[in-house]
């Protein structure tokens, strides 16, 4: 069983708005996020933490399940912690991030595959030579995880097992942030460019 954990817990500070609320091509960002998981993987979480009232609204409505990360100031890493926490009972999750809404679902089969086959511990998309998002982890690192203390990362975690990391290539949606309106309108010529490709 294979799970998603989708980090949606920040502020959105440098844009100015919930980024996940924004709408590109009539669906709101996390509509994008959660659907590009749907049908490959058996379980999805989504980890909120800043405001989560303003994002339980869409959830109800998309049928997924969430958890609140009351110490999301943290970082990222105590964010996956909530989500894996929730997802326990998988044999790999998938660290996900909620601003990242052309998850491409061909690289999502060819990580999941690439797990099985390899028996790999952590599986990363690359584009050009830079690691991006979604990273599946095998059950076998949740412990280690859970005991990173609050100055790790989840990088941290990667770099111990680099021998054991498998590079699946991916297309530049991988290494995209969503970070200012700037990035944001960059993220809607990407999706009208790979439109008309």
Known sequence: ??????????????????????EVGGKRVIE???????????????VLGHR????????????VRWTV???YGEGMASSFKEGIR????????????GDQPFVDKGFLKKATRVWRRRRAKVVSPVHEGKKGH?????????????????HETIRDVIHRHADEL????????????????EDFAELLSFRSQRQSA
């Open 1 to 22: 069983m294979i799970g998603v954990a989708i980090l949606a817990a920040g502020e959105s500070k440098r844009m100015g708005k919930n980024k996940l609320l924004l």
């Open 32 to 46: 994008w996020t959660v659907d590009s998981f749907r049908g490959i993987v058996d379980d999805i979480v989504v």
């Open 52 to 63: 989560p009232e303003d994002l339980i609204p869409a959830l109800k409505e998309l049928g």
């Open 69 to 71: 990360n009351k110490r």
């Open 86 to 97: 929730e997802l326990r009972k998988c044999d790999a999750a998938f660290l996900a991030l």
């Open 134 to 150: 979604p990273v599946l982890f095998d059950r076998s690192l949740f412990g280690e995880i859970f005991s990173l203390e609050r």
């Open 166 to 181: 498998h590079l699946v290539r991916a297309g530049k949606w991988s290494v995209m942030d969503m970070d200012t309106p």
